[in-house]
């Protein structure tokens, strides 16, 4: 890859990218600048670095593709997943290669729904950003090696670099379907009123007394949105309700 073919991408994604204004936009901006490389589609998700669960997920794949991930919980098999939330994710996966080696009838299954939507090549890329890893993933029909020669690892990290940082969460507007098995109930307002003050620093006893309630209806308000989110914790709610953008702060 010469480096003004290399130049002239950087460029016109920063370009891309700083003419959003909004969340949608940003990853309206990131889709075409995927999709301008060649891919045919492009996934961005999180994982939490301390309890190594999925955060949040955002997707241009085909919402079949989507409903049938979900619908056959693909999610509990799918080793692209499992070495993310393991920290060792796969830079490239040749998907008709990994179909003709799965090992379970399921994962077979996986790989060729799949190749059924011409999704042959996976091609991903994480970095560290606050409490979660980002992880871009394009989807492609074709090799990506095929993409810029012998740049294209490259040009990808390069180009991934500046989405992880541009794709923000998509907040409350989740789609049930995309969550992989995790728990996504909405917050209520008052759970997310007491996670927001306990962001600001305050103790239960100052929850209580902002709320005009007990410091043991506090702690319930707590509790739920714990139960909410599934975990153990008010700190682990409170840094997943962050990563997923559920709070204003």
């Known amino acids: 890859m010469s480096s003004t073919r290399y130049a002239k991408l950087l460029i016109d994604s920063a370009d891309s990218l700083a003419e959003t204004r909004t969340a949608q936009d940003a990853w309206d901006a990131a889709v075409k600048i995927c999709r301008r490389i060649g891919a045919k589609d492009v996934n961005c998700g999180a994982i939490m670095r301390d309890s190594r669960e999925l955060a949040w997920l955002r997707s241009s794949m085909d919402p079949r593709w989507l409903?049938?991930?979900?619908?056959?919980?693909?999610?509990?098999?799918?080793?692209?997943?499992d070495a993310c939330k393991a920290g060792t994710p796969q830079q490239f996966v040749d998907v008709p290669r990994h179909f003709s080696a799965a090992r379970t009838s399921r994962r077979r299954d996986m790989?060729?729904?799949?190749?059924?939507?011409e999704y042959r090549y996976i091609l991903a890329q994480t970095w560290i950003t606050g409490?979660?890893?980002?992880?871009?993933?394009?989807s492609c029909e074709d090799d990506p090696k095929d993409l810029y020669g012998r740049g294209t690892e490259r040009a990808f990290r390069a180009i991934s670099?500046?989405?992880?940082?541009?794709?923000?969460?998509?907040?409350?507007?989740?789609?049930?379907?995309?969550?992989?098995?995790?728990?996504?109930?909405?917050?209520?307002?008052?759970?997310?009123?007491?996670?927001s003050y306990l962001a600001h620093g305050m103790e239960v006893h100052e929850i209580a007394e902002r709320f005009v309630i007990t410091e043991e209806q506090a702690r319930r308000r707590l509790l739920s949105a714990c139960r909410t989110l599934g975990v153990a914790a008010p700190e682990q709610a409170l840094s997943l309700a962050m990563a997923r953008g559920v709070l204003s702060l």
């Open 67 to 81: 409903r049938a991930y979900h619908q056959a919980r693909f999610y509990e098999v799918d080793a692209i997943l």
């Open 111 to 117: 790989f060729g729904c799949l190749l059924d939507f």
């Open 131 to 138: 409490e979660t890893e980002r992880t871009v993933v394009l």
């Open 161 to 195: 670099a500046m989405l992880s940082l541009a794709i923000l969460p998509p907040g409350d507007e989740m789609a049930q379907d995309w969550a992989c098995g995790s728990p996504w109930s909405r917050l209520s307002a008052k759970e997310r009123d007491v996670l």
